[in-house]
């Protein structure tokens, strides 16, 4: 069965560095989305990406966070600045067709912020 | 705000018994509801998706949706160690970003 894939598995870093979180949405799929779980809370919503362009965002999605689709497999979230509480465990998911269809999620990445 | 509610539980179950989970939401203009299975340190993974009023069934697992309600659950029949997770109740609006619960522990007791 197709899978979303995400690299790294965990990813330790320094606070105030960047860092690049890559995913390999399913190959079919248009509709790619990112989100965070930090420890013990539900899963938050971050962004949204359809046809090389974001199409929601939420509140936690400020400047310090974007996405890019660099080639035609790679979905990939960058944290310019990272704060302590960025420590999270970050989901990449994607869809086949337009909004309200299930996402697919893939296994995540742990960002670990010192 | 856009808000979706779960008891946190923990639930528990004793094997082969019906696990029933909860979930209500706030904006009464959402359209695609989802329960997702996360087991601790995992990623969410679709169990069912339901999008009508009524009852939808597969294996082992129903969906209820009530929209008058704003309430969507999901029971789980002959309950197995295995189905032992956090079940996270997704909700969509019109547009992308899934709206989720805090999600309810199941332990189900061989």
């Known amino acids: 069965e197709p899978e979303v894939t995400q690299t790294p598995s965990h990813q330790v870093t320094q606070m105030g560095q960047e860092v690049i979180l890559h995913c390999v949405p399913i190959?079919?799929?248009?509709?790619f989305y990112w989100y965070r779980q930090i420890l013990g809370q539900k899963v938050e919503f971050l962004v949204s990406f359809y046809n090389n362009e974001i199409s929601e965002k939420s509140e936690i999605f400020d400047d310090q966070f974007s996405v890019e689709r660099p080639d035609g497999s790679n979905f990939t979230l960058k944290i310019r600045s990272t704060k302590l509480e960025d420590s999270a465990m970050y989901f990449c998911?994607?869809?086949?067709?337009?909004?309200?269809?299930?996402?697919?999620f893939g296994d995540g990445t742990r960002l670990s912020i010192l | 705000q856009k808000e979706v509610e779960q008891n946190s539980g923990p639930l528990s179950v004793p094997e082969g018994a019906i696990a029933s989970l909860n979930c209500t939401y706030s904006?009464?203009?959402?359209?695609?509801f989802f329960w997702y299975r996360q087991y601790s340190g995992k990623s969410p993974e679709l169990i069912m998706s339901?999008?009508?009023?009524g009852d939808k069934e597969d294996g082992r697992f129903t969906a209820q949706l009530n929209k008058a309600s704003q309430y969507v659950s999901l029971l789980i029949r002959d309950s197995q160690p295995s189905d032992s997770a956090t079940y996270l109740c997704?909700?969509?609006?019109?547009?992308?970003?899934?709206?989720f619960g805090t999600g309810t522990s199941l332990t189900v007791i061989p």
């Open positions: 904006d009464r203009g959402s359209q695609s």
């Open positions: 997704a909700v969509s609006h019109t547009g992308n970003q899934f709206y």
């Open positions: 998911a994607s869809s086949d067709k337009n909004s309200n269809q299930p996402q697919h």
């Open positions: 190959s079919n799929h248009l509709y």
């Open positions: 339901i999008y009508s009023n």
